[in-house]
């Protein structure tokens, strides 16, 4: 990983890493930037979906479905992706923070580092021991990868077994699935 890239990677993750971590009552969101078009809000165990030109539509922990203020009928294959999909979600969060606590890590190593280097001289060390710190965030982050696929494949089965789900088959596409794993095995 370049030095530059590994600079806003490691301002991105500690910011997460600082953002805290209170179980189901914590409110953060997915969204606004290029993995997802449309956005995931979650707050009091409970997922909030925006798609354009639709309703809200909010995922329970426990798989129930409301569009709009307006309960949906889901039958037991229906909640269970509704499950999925709301802990893929979860999990992105958990991940991030993960990420984030690796990449503060390796910030708190570049330091350590870099006044080692100017201390001694040996600045050209400087890029090999960060280097070798830098697997721990690119694992956390493909975990986050992962996570978004897992939304993508529930996502894609809500669409074809409930109607009323359509709308929001489109927060997640295929290409931010392939665009996230190809820019994190760059970074390898």
Do not use: W
């Given at each position: ?21 209170n179980g189901n009552d914590s409110d ?54 509704l499950q999925q999909y ?103």
């Amino acid at each position: 990983m370049s030095p530059r890239k590994l600079i806003g990677v490691l301002m991105i993750t500690a910011l997460l890493a600082a953002c805290g971590h209170n179980g189901n009552d914590s409110d953060f969101s997915i969204g606004d930037s290029n993995i997802l078009d449309g956005g995931i809000h979650v707050h009091d165990g409970k997922a909030t979906l925006h798609a354009h030109g639709a309703p809200e539509a909010v995922i329970s922990a426990a798989g129930e479905l409301t569009i709009g203020q307006q309960s949906i009928a889901v039958n037991d294959a229906q909640r269970q992706l509704l499950q999925q999909y709301y802990q893929h979600v979860v999990a992105v969060r958990e991940h991030g923070i993960e990420t984030g606590k690796a990449g503060a890590a390796i910030a708190g190593q570049a330091i350590s580092s870099v006044a080692k280097g100017v201390a001694s001289g040996n600045t050209d060390q400087i890029d090999k021991d960060i280097e070798a710190k830098t697997d721990a965030v690119t694992q956390s982050a493909m975990k986050i990868c992962s996570d978004i696929a897992g939304i993508k494949t529930a996502q894609d089965g809500l669409a074809s077994q409930l109607p009323a789900f359509k709308p929001y088959a489109l927060i997640v596409g295929e290409h931010e699935v392939a665009d996230c794993e190809n820019d994190s095995k760059e970074d390898r």
